[in-house]
DNA sequence: AAGAATCTCAACCGCCTGGTA
DNA sequence: CTACCAGGCGGTTGAGATTCT
């Protein structure tokens, strides 16, 4: 039987006041970091160890950049999500200053919309079959403009996280698997540069270090996509295409 | 102006992992 | 090997804010 991280009875729940902000601020300054069970009593908070660590890592921790994402910063939660999945800690760690609950809270208030308005089934970042062709709404061809940031990506998604929103549930999610991904990625350093895989504008990002994977088109997909290519180009407007597998591709 | 509907996001919950006794 | 602890993660909730009717 586990016991829980505090005795529930005496601690506080729901929204910190400042007071309490200010003796967890005041207390890490002291003491730093860690030893999240014990801190509460030592900082003199009725408040459980969780919920501590909680509030300084998704709220008061010095470095935080807080405010609206910017688009680059979409963009990238984008790709990354694309690789990724739901691995929102991996994700917020490509983005500094921001935290894994906001990129989270961000991803479902505003990015799935976004990509659902495009068309586009946020889960495996494919086209979906409904809403394809036309994206109606002003914001939606506002959308159509930041996705067109997103330039051609190629995404290989590691093959866990394909029902990363599964694994949880299914038991199946490790920790090696958290470490795999993140070396993963890491690794991409020698596999190859996002940056110069993407347009111009996209690349704009060297404090990010972006670095994800991202795979050449195959032979049939890449003849493909210059049939497609040549219909997108004496259609004019701007398309996009995936093709099988997770890989998405973006024609002007 | 007011009530309803919708959105946002801080916070909580339960589960998992690695470390350790 | 087992049990426990601390820390971490992703999913979900719900209060407050905002927009709509």
């Not at 979409?74 to 917020?92: C, M, P, T, V």
């Not at 929103?165 to 490790?174: F, M, N, P, R, Y």
Request: overall charge positive; proline content about 4%.
């Amino acid at each position: 039987m586990r016991r829980p991280c505090c005795d529930k009875q005496d601690t506080n729940k729901g929204a910190w006041s400042k007071q309490e902000d200010q003796k967890l601020i005041d207390y890490i300054r002291k003491n730093g970091e860690g030893c999240w069970r014990t801190l509460p009593q030592a900082a003199g908070l009725l408040r459980c160890g969780k919920s501590c660590r909680l509030r300084w890592i998704n709220y008061l921790r010095p470095d935080l950049k807080r405010g609206n994402f910017a688009e680059d910063e979409e963009d990238l939660i984008i790709k990354l999500h694309a690789l990724l999945g739901n691995r929102w800690s991996l994700i917020a760690g490509r983005l500094p200053g921001r935290t894994d609950n906001e990129v989270k809270n961000y991803w479902n208030s505003h990015l799935r919309r976004k990509l659902m308005n495009m068309g586009i089934d946020p889960n495996n970042h494919r086209l979906s079959h409904i809403n394809v062709s036309r994206p109606q709404t002003s914001n939606a061809s506002a959308d159509a403009t930041s996705i067109h940031r997103l330039g051609h990506i190629n995404v290989s998604r590691p093959q866990t996280s394909n029902a990363s929103a599964d694994a949880k549930s299914s038991g199946l999610k490790t920790q090696a698997n958290h470490q795999s991904e993140k070396s993963q990625v890491e690794n991409c350093d020698q596999v190859s540069d996002a940056g110069s895989c993407l347009e111009d504008d996209s690349c704009g990002l060297p404090d990010l270090n972006l670095d994800l994977m991202i795979t050449m088109p195959s032979l049939n997909s890449l003849a493909n996509v210059e049939e497609k290519q040549k219909l997108v180009e004496s259609n004019t407007s701007s398309q996009l295409e995936f093709t099988h597998s997770p890989t998405l591709v973006l024609f002007r």
